[in-house]
């Protein structure tokens, strides 16, 4: 086990996260072990896992803007007298719930925390860390820790926005967000740009299909448009057996697919095992009706955001946008993409968004891509990866400028730009 927490710390500082060399790991295996050798944090770290009886404790001090996103939102729950950090995305919702908030790093507090979440946010010496515990793994807790680093960050954008319609912002907020967006700018500047080069389609057979998935898998995670553990890939393909619906595996770390693609039928026959990607029947259904032979589905975070902003703050349907918004949304990207919003939870129960996005994305010719409020973009491709891949690149791109661009206009009291 102690390999994998040196892994998942690695993994933190890869995509930007943590500063390389800082995550902390502690594993409960015959011993205890560490992730690495004379960190400050060790005492309270194995008090912490001891008393919680855990298999895996992170500590881990996130960098950059994301930094100063859960700080902000820390701060802000500690003198409300919350304690706790709300966010308003989908990830969270299904698998975090809400973030508590502990001043002071020691193992009393971390233990009252993790007892009742998987992870917290423990503010100390100015800074914010996060805090997550792994019953049975250090990768448990690799995941917490980056989803609740999303869970900020998008909570910290969508709420300045919403606060701005409100008329709620303060001088002092604004003086925050300023410096946040500038250091935002510099971590973008680490994340490559340009379209990767994506094995070209139509795929001879299905070991070509499989190796383009585990591709395009590993580069929208490099690009950062979704943490490992969330998102999913899939493809149809033909195959000797008959035609095949190839989709990553539900937990499977999207930037490490090899092996972890199953292959189903498309006659309605079920998957082997069930292991299959919970949005099967979503990508199913998108396959069924339209055009596609290919769907990545990321998180990107600015495509998140922008589609949980909205204009209407007295509209009767508020606190059930992300499963039964009534209103038509979208936009229409600098790039010429028509990418509508749809509201939809995670599986198929009766607001499920596999009643939703199919219908989004198949109307009329196919739609490059759609959003599902508060989760993330699905995107088609009606050869390979490659159109899916650049419009996750070109809607987050536009995402992110829109958003600045309404913030702008809010601040100005213009309004916002109107915008199909
Ligand atoms: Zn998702």
Redesign the pocket.
Known sequence: MTDFAVKYAAKLAGVGLCAEGEPFFVVQDAELAFSHAGDQRQGVAVAAIQGLGAAALLIARPIGACQMTVLALAEEALASGAGFVVPGD??TRTFLHDLPVVRGLDAPGLIEALSRRKGCIVVADGQALLAAAGSVSPEQAFVTASSMAFACFVAYFAKHLRDLRAGTMTEARRAVFAAIRAQLDQDMARLPGEMPELLPGPFADEDQARAAMVQAGRFVVEYGL?DSS???VSCRQMAPSGELLLISQTGSSLDELGGCIDPCRFDGASCVGLTASS?LTAHRAIYDGGPALAIL???PRFAVILSMDCERLDCPGLGECHRACATPRGFTTDAGLDIPIVPGE?GTGPFGLCNTLPPALNQGQGRPGAI?YG??L?ATGAVDFRAAFATLLDVERFSREEYFRRVAALDAGAGPPRRK
């Open positions: 989908c990830e979704v969330f998102g999913n949005e589905h990321g998180h995670v599902v989760h993330g699905f």
